[in-house]
């Protein structure tokens, strides 16, 4: 058994973990472990490779390849938040992230896993119509309007819905993410289990049985192929951003979060920028966060608003809103007004927590 005296360390030249005495002074303990101080880098002088400028000098990253500087803003695309670990400037990364790939109906469908049929042949199912609902909203005319989340309306050019899921198939390849339009629960990460709405500090607001209709709808219509008008497009400033390709009426459903879902402690390190809060609870330890790092679909490619800035603040037309389906938590994009064709698609990260950096966002 080792003395009480002793302490776990690190032997530089070994790698490996042994214990020691402890000793009276910071010069012998030195001594024993044969430490040599590296003498520390001055980087006071450096500035960014971009715009010539060594101001605010913690907004500057340093390639941990070519060893130049950069500011976080001057990058493209930007970084809004100091990474954690090593970094490497785009132009040693040696990636490009405007990867082209041409895939036919058939991998299209294969790669969203579409579920074939018959008799829709690609083609987007008509509305259903429902008469006990259009009886029940004139009976309630003159009471209240409460607002109801609505179905999106896919492309009816099956030409065009093919593009449209090409281009997010682009996206997610050049980053090497698989779709899922789902909550995955991985082993060694948060299991489905820990997933429960009860848990929510403060207590989750419950979808409605006519919005979980409208959710049910939706993810059958995905399972089709029959996806929102959007389309994923590349931008030097923002990277992939989501544009819309039709018009998108105020309330509609736009996509499910997906991704898997970890122990937010487990991702406190992370660095991945599109990490989405699913469960806030009283014990932090029963946290949880989607991970769209591995699986994910459209709704990761949906930028951020800079919420610092009044102007910038008018380009969002999304909101990210956190409900109890069924006892679980989900998270649902919705259209907070209506948005034109060809409108980029714009949320608040930070939702009410106000924590996120977002001075580099547009």
């Not at 002793?6 to 910071?26: C, F, I, M």
């Not at 790669?111 to 119509?129: E, H, L, M, V, W």
């Not at 049985?209 to 029959?226: I, S």
């Amino acid at each position: 058994m080792a003395p009480s005296n002793a302490t776990q360390t690190h032997d530089p030249e070994t790698g490996s973990g042994r214990r020691v005495k402890k000793y009276k002074s910071l010069e012998e303990i030195m001594a024993k472990a044969k430490y040599v101080p590296i003498e520390k880098e001055d980087y006071s002088d450096t500035v960014c490779e971009e715009c010539g400028s060594g101001e605010k000098p913690e907004e500057i990253l340093l390639c941990d390849k070519c060893d130049r500087g950069f500011h976080m803003g001057c990058v493209r695309p930007v970084v809004v938040r100091v990474p954690i670990g090593s970094w490497v400037c785009p132009n040693c990364s040696g990636v490009t992230p405007r990867v082209r790939i041409s895939l036919s109906q058939k991998k299209i469908i294969d790669f969203f896993r579409i579920q074939k049929s018959k008799t829709t042949n690609f083609k987007c199912s008509a509305p259903a119509q429902d008469s006990k609902k259009r009886r029940r909203r004139t009976l309630v005319l003159y009471k209240k309007k409460k607002r109801r989340l609505l179905p999106y309306i896919p492309s009816e050019d099956p030409s065009r819905r093919l593009e449209q899921m090409r281009s997010l198939a682009t996206a997610l390849t050049a980053l090497k993410i698989e779709f899922s339009n789902e909550l995955t629960y991985v082993p060694g990460m948060a299991p489905r289990s820990a997933n429960r709405a009860i848990y929510e500090d403060g207590g989750m607001q419950v979808l409605s049985k006519d919005d979980l209709e409208t959710l049910k709808r939706c993810r059958a219509m995905a399972k089709r192929g029959e996806y929102p008008p959007l389309s994923i497009t590349y931008d030097e400033l923002e990277g992939y951003t989501v544009e819309a390709d039709g018009p998108i009426k105020d309330m509609t459903l736009i996509a499910e979060y997906g991704g898997d879902v970890d122990y937010i402690k487990n991702r406190e390190r992370d660095d991945c920028d599109s990490l989405m809060t699913l469960l806030l609870s009283s014990d932090p330890l029963k946290s949880l966060v989607i991970c769209p790092d591995k699986r994910g679909n459209i709704a990761r490619f949906v930028s951020g608003i800079n919420n610092h800035t009044p102007e910038s603040k008018k380009k969002q037309n999304l909101k990210c809103v956190r409900y109890d389906v069924n006892g679980e938590c989900s998270v649902l994009l919705v259209a907070t007004r209506d948005i034109a064709k060809g409108e980029r698609l714009y949320y608040d990260y930070n939702g009410y927590e106000h924590e996120y950096p977002t001075h580099h966002f547009v």
